[in-house]
């Protein structure tokens, strides 16, 4: 007999669901592991470091203004004194909350309306125009303009930092859902001419469930890679903001307003200006990565190659 | 081609009707008063004249009506005026700007040039750069040089301008003083001396702005090489013992380019709007500073005017990259 016997199959039997695959093949893109390593230090630092490091973010101690690194202040203090390690971290959780709370907007919005117009083909000329008419719009000059316009009434019913945060949020969410709406809604039509779609309508599947069981599932890869790309463009685009002073308060450190503040002092220290540009960077640079790699492991036709 | 080409201009016009009138209403929410910065002096009875003479209180869409019969029929009539000298728009009223309190459209054709040379040269730069670098990488996929081009286009696209411009004030122009961190807009370029300032003025900024570009082109025209690359016709092209050069330079770059070109015109209008940051860092006075320093001040015609122009921009562009892709691609018919 020259057959060779037969490789015994797959010797793990327990249920092995398609996320344990995702995970296999994200495994193999050495820079999305990088990437998300480096995002998992960022987010952890920023919100266990306090814990560790006690000195408030606020607190003013103006006799030790302007020193460089030391053991007391290792990234140095600002011209106020106030501790430039504890205002990173305070600052960075301001920074990945924005970006996270306005990356879920925009994916909510972006897949609720790419969905609908995808399904509902009444619908579609409609969503699309609206689609067509943000992707026009001048989005930066808009942004500012809102910011300026709507931050006095939020502040004053929510408080200076809640307003701004709902108002740079919200402002974020819903200038940047068209993407990922546009390519929602191009899965959604190529879905709905498959037959597993046409024999879940035949046994009378209502749309509702039809779109949460069949349709959503579906698209949910290009849903999570865009969700993951939209955390880096909220983070920028949230530093972008607090760069030209209309971002949250003085008193109120994120990275972006840290950048801000340091470049006065960009002469005498410029070193001040290097830790949130880095942090900044970083945490996009690896959230990148990670879409990236999420994107290949994400698409069955290069999985298990 | 040409009637898909009216469709759409014709198609553009209420898109820009809808787009100005979403830019007024959100500026009429506005919680400014022009008149803010008068003397508290005035008497109430003539701050209502002057509230009147602006007309400030007509209603809504009366403002607006006002605005567009401005911006569309008064500017264009004065354009008119100044190229073969008649007079049309003689005591025509034309958009004015509360802060500068002269016409929007005198000042942003003196706020254009600084633009158009710093980011246009730095769009054209990156897409110089790009495009070569874009080939290499595809033709020589996985090489050193294409791991380094990921790289190096991975970071322009995470590192924000607004640190990638202080990064280069920090390294070019305070710890080596090379180059001048601020654009001096006063410089007459009149011999090679004040030449060479001025490039040396413009190298920082356009660097910042090549950059982004770069970052966004070679990768794009990478993947675009690369789904050219293993087509048949490239077989068939060396089988017929074409030179490597013209198999690449000639068969697959003019196909792999179509695509490439329309997202180089879509690029454009973010050479008015999306310089907004760096022209704020090296204090460059052109659109983008201009739209900065109205929104400040409260100017709500010149900010209005400066959006509704960004937006006629972009949807210009996006018009002539569809067109520009029909022409370009024989497989693509509108009609």
Known sequence: MTDTPLEPVAKDTSARSQWWDVWDQFKTHKGALFGAAVFLFIVLAVTLGPLVWTIEPTFIDIRARNSGPSLAHPFGTDQLGRDIMARMMAGGQVSIAVGLTAMAISVLLGTLIGVVSGFFRRLDGVLMGLTDLFLALPLLPLLLVMVMLFRETLSRSFGPEMGTFILIVSAIGITSWMQTARIVRGEVLALKEREFVLAARSIGTPSRRMILRHILPNVLSPIMVSATLGIATAIITESALSFLGLGFPPDFPTWGRLLFDAIDYLQQYPERVFWPGLAISLTVLSVNYIGDGLRDALDPRIRGR | ?335
């Open chain 2, 1 to 335: 081609m040409l009637t898909f080409t009216f469709r759409r201009l014709l198609l553009a016009i209420p898109t820009l009707v809808l787009i100005s009138l979403i830019i007024f209403l959100l500026l009429d929410l506005a919680p400014g008063d022009p008149l803010a910065n008068q003397p508290l002096s005035i008497p109430p009875e003539v701050r209502q004249k002057m509230r009147d003479a602006l007309g400030l209180d007509a209603p809504a869409y009366i403002r607006y009506l006002l605005w567009a019969k401005q911006f569309f029929w008064v500017e264009p009539l004065v354009f008119v005026d100044w190229v073969i000298g008649t007079n049309f728009s003689e005591g025509m009223q034309r958009i004015v700007s509360w802060q500068f309190r002269s016409p929007v459209f005198d000042i942003i054709i003196q706020r254009i040039p600084q633009t158009l040379w710093v980011v246009g040269l730095a769009y054209l730069v990156g897409v110089l750069i790009a495009l070569p670098i874009g080939i290499i990488s595809a033709y020589k996929q996985y090489s050193w040089f294409d791991q380094i081009g990921t790289f190096v286009s991975m970071i322009g696209f995470s590192v924000p301008p607004f640190f990638s411009g202080v990064l280069m004030i920090v390294f070019f122009a305070i710890m080596l003083p090379w180059f001048p961190s601020i654009y001096d807009t006063t410089l007459v370029v009149n011999d090679f001396e004040s030449f060479g300032q001025q490039i040396r003025q413009m190298t920082l900024p356009v660097m910042v702005l090549a950059l982004q570009t770069t970052a966004q082109l070679s990768r794009f025209m990478r993947a675009s090489m690369l789904d050219n690359l293993n087509h048949d016709y490239v077989r068939t092209a060396r089988a017929k013992g074409m030179t490597e050069k013209v198999v690449l330079l000639v068969h697959v770059l003019r196909n792999s380019m179509i695509p490439v070109v329309t997202v180089i015109a879509l690029g454009v209008p973010s050479i008015f709007g999306g310089a907004i940051i760096t022209e704020q860092i090296f204090k460059v006075n052109g659109l983008g500073q201009l739209l900065i320093t109205a929104i400040y001040a409260n100017d709500l015609p010149m900010v209005q005017t400066l959006a509704f122009i960004f937006a006629v921009l972009i949807v210009l562009c996006n018009l002539i990259a569809d067109v520009l892709y029909g022409l370009l691609d024989p497989r693509i018919r509108y009609d």
